[in-house]
């Protein structure tokens, strides 16, 4: 008899996150998993609703291999067969598994540029994003124990912690600070070697509570596109493309990153990131991190991007929901926390602190704080 936890979490990802109903496709797809109890248990439940599970495993080694050879041809002819499928589901459930984090990490930029491109963008961006239910999430073994410092088992306990909170109480407690960002017009944010300024007036306020992520915890939006100024210093260790990076640090002008430095890791292959398209070197979101099961990083975006009393900005492609009009082939989450054990911070609104060290100065939000 499987964990009962994963059952709980089939449940949420096929009745909350996707919503699944009777008749409609659903595409598990399955990278590097190790254990298979969450993706049987997922087409178990989708048949017996009487939808349609479709399963697709995949490697990132021959993913690698894929890349390092790729050619636009190649990409487009297999976005071309990736996309045929996607348009004909209704819902996607990704499920990545942490073998290798780093398995990309020699692919030439200028390859993952090309699959960005010409698979990333038509097939994610454009298809599964904009007309399907969606949800992607990681799932735990030892390499994402090693990432987070812990043993397997305390690992797998904090895991379904954070993966199984109560979403529908989650998505209550997030509806006042959304109602707060929707009034808001100007956003300051200080900290330890930070002071940025940009507006987000005009721009929608998304809340996301086990929606479209797992685990979830976040309200997002995006800055008015030119009017990012000031720099920031990102204190999440973060990976993007296979390359690991720290304390990356991003100056502004009139939105656009017009420096860019790190403390570890490739810098030429960091400005190449920036320097993917125009839209690369501008911001399309902006969000705090709401999740109070999660509060240190681990290299893993989306566990990362969700601990309470962070923030994550996003050089990239702007989302639909809350879009400023940024369109890029790249989307990356770049996290600073603000907790006093992280060197702390300031947000404010409209000249007034909204949090400060990571915690909410209203005790209506206080629900959201670290625990």
Not at 144 to 172: I, W
Not at 331 to 350: A, K, N
Request: hydrophobic share 40%; aromatic share 8%; with cysteine.
């Amino acid at each position: 008899m499987p964990d009962p936890r994963w059952e709980t979490l089939a449940e949420t990802l096929i009745r909350h996150s996707t919503r699944l109903k009777a008749g409609q496709t659903l595409l598990i797809e399955c990278v590097d998993l190790e254990d298979d109890t969450l993706p049987r248990l997922l087409v178990h439940k989708a048949s017996r609703l009487g939808a349609i599970p479709l399963v697709d495993l995949k490697r990132a080694s021959i993913l690698r291999e894929l890349l390092r050879e790729a050619t636009e041809p190649q990409l487009r002819a297999w976005a071309e067969a990736e996309s045929f499928r996607m348009d004909r589901v209704q819902a996607y459930i990704a499920l990545r598994g942490s073998r290798n984090i780093s398995e990309l990490a020699d692919v030439p930029a200028d390859r993952m540029n090309l699959y960005n491109e010409h698979f990333m963008r038509p097939v994610h961006f454009e298809r599964r994003i904009k007309n399907t239910r969606w949800c992607v999430l990681r799932l735990p073994g030892p390499g994402m124990a090693q990432q987070a410092g812990l043993s397997t088992e305390a690992f797998e306990d904090f895991y379904f912690e954070a993966c199984n909170v109560d979403y529908p109480r989650l998505a209550k407690a997030l509806k006042p600070l959304a109602d707060r960002m929707e009034a808001a017009r100007d956003v300051h944010i200080t900290g330890p070697d930070t002071d940025l300024r940009f507006s987000i007036a005009g721009i929608p306020v998304v809340p996301c509570a086990g929606e479209m992520n797992i685990p979830d915890g976040e309200v997002f939006t995006a800055p008015v596109r030119e009017s990012v100024e000031g720099h920031i210093r990102f204190n999440a260790p973060t990976i993007y493309q296979g390359a690991a990076y720290d304390g990356i640090r991003l100056v502004f002008e009139a939105g656009r990153i017009v420096e860019a430095t790190c403390e570890a890791g490739d810098q030429d292959r960091l400005n190449r990131i920036f320097q993917a398209d125009e839209g690369a070197s501008y911001v399309g979101e902006w969000s705090l991190g709401c999740n109070p099961k999660i509060q240190k990083p681990m290299r893993d975006i989306l566990f990362d991007e969700k601990i309470a009393g962070s923030f994550h900005l996003t050089p990239g492609n702007a989302y639909d929901e809350a879009d400023n009009g940024n369109r890029s082939k790249i989307h990356w989450d770049l996290v600073q926390l603000q907790t006093p054990e992280y060197g702390g911070g300031t947000i404010s609104f409209d000249g007034q602190p909204i949090r400060v060290d990571g915690r909410f100065v209203d005790e209506e939000l206080s629900p959201l704080d670290p625990e």
